[in-house]
């Protein structure tokens, strides 16, 4: 079952006096490059390349995050999938968390992005520490 | 009969004019809550569901976690 955690985690419209509160999941941008775990490392390094972000994120077939690629460890093996080279467990954020509150576990973990998914893992978005000022 | 759902089945229950009730507490429920849906903290649960919600509609009743 679900419940108003949620709720809120799937972005949906709420009601209330701290509606206009900025989250995450309102600043998120959805153009981070996303490939699937047999994609080859070259194919998915030129996407990187062509993108703002220095990563890309693995996900399955329904959306759910997988790992973390950075374009950094895509040249040494370009024929591998990449779903062996990624970064399993990267940090996530729900999208109702606030930008205050995401900004300060980014300065305190030193990371620049923040990755947002639902509860169940599905990637949405990403907002950068510039997204969040 | 009380079951228990998930998500989808949530928002088709909405649209079917479902009453949604928010059993957690005013202060939980006033920053932010579903759409139309109705604070009756457990506490008051009992004694206000029969004058306030119309038995003829379901009712989908949440807290955090749960549905």
Same mark, same amino acid.
């Given at each position: 079952?679900?419940?108003?955690?949620?709720?809120?985690?799937?972005?949906?419209?709420?009601?209330?006096?701290?509606?206009?509160?900025?989250?995450?999941?309102?600043?998120?941008?959805?153009?981070?490059?996303?490939?699937?775990?047999?994609?080859?490392?070259?194919?998915?390094?030129?996407?990187?390349?062509?993108?703002?972000?220095?990563?890309?994120?693995?996900?399955?077939?329904?959306?759910?995050?997988?790992?973390?690629?950075?374009?950094?460890?895509?040249?040494?093996?370009?024929?591998?999938?990449?779903?062996?080279?990624?970064?399993?467990?990267?940090?996530?954020?729900?999208?109702?968390?606030?930008?205050?509150?995401?900004?300060?576990?980014?300065?305190?973990?030193?990371?620049?992005?923040?990755?947002?998914?639902?509860?169940?893992?599905?990637?949405?978005?990403?907002?950068?520490?510039?997204?969040?000022? | 009969?009380?079951?228990?759902?998930?998500?989808?089945? /949530? #928002? &088709? !229950?909405?649209? *079917?004019?479902?009453? @949604?009730?928010?059993?957690?507490?005013?202060?939980?429920?006033?920053?932010?809550?579903?759409?139309?849906?109705?604070?009756?903290? /457990? #506490? &008051? !649960?009992?004694? *206000?569901?029969?004058? @306030?919600?119309?038995?003829?509609?379901?009712?989908?009743?949440?807290?955090?976690?749960?549905?």
């Amino acid at each position: 079952m679900s419940g108003k955690v949620d709720w809120l985690a799937h972005n949906l419209e709420v009601e209330g006096a701290n509606t206009d509160a900025p989250t995450v999941g309102r600043v998120m941008r959805d153009d981070v490059v996303r490939c699937a775990p047999t994609d080859r490392a070259a194919d998915v390094r030129e996407s990187i390349e062509c993108s703002v972000y220095p990563f890309g994120l693995v996900t399955s077939e329904d959306g759910t995050l997988l790992g973390r690629i950075p374009a950094s460890t895509l040249y040494a093996s370009p024929e591998e999938p990449v779903g062996d080279l990624a970064e399993p467990g990267p940090k996530t954020f729900r999208p109702h968390t606030s930008v205050e509150k995401v900004a300060s576990v980014l300065t305190e973990k030193d990371l620049r992005w923040a990755i947002v998914t639902t509860a169940e893992g599905r990637l949405l978005g990403v907002a950068s520490r510039e997204d969040l000022e | 009969m009380a079951t228990g759902i998930w998500l989808d089945r /949530l #928002r &088709e !229950l909405i649209d *079917q004019g479902a009453q @949604v009730v928010e059993v957690l507490p005013a202060d939980d429920y006033a920053p932010v809550h579903l759409p139309c849906a109705l604070n009756l903290p /457990l #506490r &008051e !649960l009992d004694e *206000q569901a029969v004058t @306030v919600l119309d038995r003829k509609r379901p009712i989908v009743v949440y807290c955090w976690d749960s549905l």
